[in-house]
Nanobody, 125 residues
């Protein structure tokens, strides 16, 4: 059974940085492309970033480009989301997701097969 476990969330001030981690267990990690999504209170879940199986290709939502960096360590079965210059509007529950069907990541939730439970990020002004 595949499991995704996020960590690294917390309460920070605007301008601070956080690094989220997501450990994947159950199958060979390099068989998944990975994505990060987030859901703010009262809003739908939205795409944040994605990375392909080999960490060669990344994709970012326009709202986060330049401040967030997705990366992966296949030896550690872990995908990361480095978040810099955080803003109050970044406050959300952040979810990692794994796709076994796609080599590259996707902006579409339906293309992902497994999801983590989420980690809360709160940015105060």
């Amino acid at each position: 059974q595949v499991q995704l476990v996020e960590s690294g969330g917390g309460l920070v001030q605007a301008g601070d940085s956080l690094r989220l981690s997501c450990v994947v267990s159950g199958r060979a990690f390099n068989r998944y492309s990975m994505g990060w999504f987030r859901q703010a209170p009262g809003k739908e879940r939205e795409f944040v970033a994605a990375v392909d199986r080999s960490a060669s290709v990344t994709d970012y939502a326009d709202s986060t480009k330049g401040r967030l960096t997705i990366s992966r360590d296949n030896a550690k079965s872990t995908v990361y989301l480095q978040m810099n210059s955080l803003k109050p509007e970044d406050t959300a529950v952040y979810y990692c997701a794994a796709s076994v069907r796609l080599y590259t990541g996707s902006r579409q939730e339906d293309n992902y097969d497994y999801w983590g439970q989420g980690t809360q990020v709160t940015v105060s002004s």
